[in-house]
């Protein structure tokens, strides 16, 4: 009996020291999954919650775009730059989470959720609109007050039967581009609308379409 209790005694550290480590490594991961940048998701993360979440049912995909971004960055610096996607990373993460959905950064100034319900009524609107108002609310940095905009495109996976994560992305991302060649705002994709050829789910032509496997964002 006491050469059990020894042996217990023993292991007890070892034991400890694996779960310390365990959880080490589990939030080393964690972290990895992340764009150290806006606080969310790597592409490849996010891809993965997408398709969990699109997997229980109906979900809308947006696709967001800063307006205005570059001018900020050019005016003000990278400084400037990296504070206004934080505070963007920041806002999308509570919306997104407040959705019971999942929010990423796909690279620069472009970002993409995706949310899960109906679009019947005017629940999406009502979403779509917030999220526009929360994005573009104005950012403070060094004393200096800071706008940009945003485009916003999104695809509700119940009109586009049949379509993966990366087709619904594309739908999005096309919405996207047709709010902002209006100006701004949000959009949704029409039903079963035909895609533009595009890779990765991105529109041909676009910054990210190329043929390479996806990162995380830069």
Not at 41 to 52: D, I, K, M, P, Q
Request: neutral net charge; aromatic residues 6%.
């Amino acid at each position: 009996m006491s050469e059990l209790l020894t042996a217990a005694a023993a292991a007890a550290p070892l034991a400890g020291g694996w779960t310390v480590y365990s959880l080490r490594m589990r939030r080393r991961l964690q972290a990895a999954a992340r764009d150290p940048l806006s606080g969310l998701l790597r592409r490849e993360g996010f891809e993965g919650a997408a398709v969990r979440l699109l997997a229980g049912g109906d979900c809308s995909v947006l696709f967001i775009d800063l307006d205005g971004f570059k001018t900020v960055n050019d005016r003000f610096g990278h400084a400037t730059g990296n504070a206004i996607i934080r505070d963007t990373g920041a806002r999308l993460e509570v919306w997104a989470a407040g959705q019971h959905g999942a929010a990423g950064r796909l690279g620069g100034d472009e970002f993409a959720a995706v949310i899960p319900g109906s679009r019947h009524g005017n629940g999406l609107v009502f979403h779509l609109t917030l999220l526009h108002e929360v994005i573009t609310a104005p950012v403070d940095h060094d004393g200096t007050t800071l706008t940009v905009g945003a485009s916003i495109g999104a695809a509700w996976s119940a009109d586009h039967p049949g379509a993966d994560f990366s087709g619904l992305l594309r739908a999005a991302d096309e919405a996207m581009y047709a709010a902002k060649a209006a100006g701004g705002g949000w959009r949704l994709a029409p039903p079963c609308a035909p895609p533009c050829e595009s890779v990765n789910g991105r529109r041909a032509g676009r910054p990210g379409a190329h043929r390479e496997a996806a990162g995380g964002g830069s």
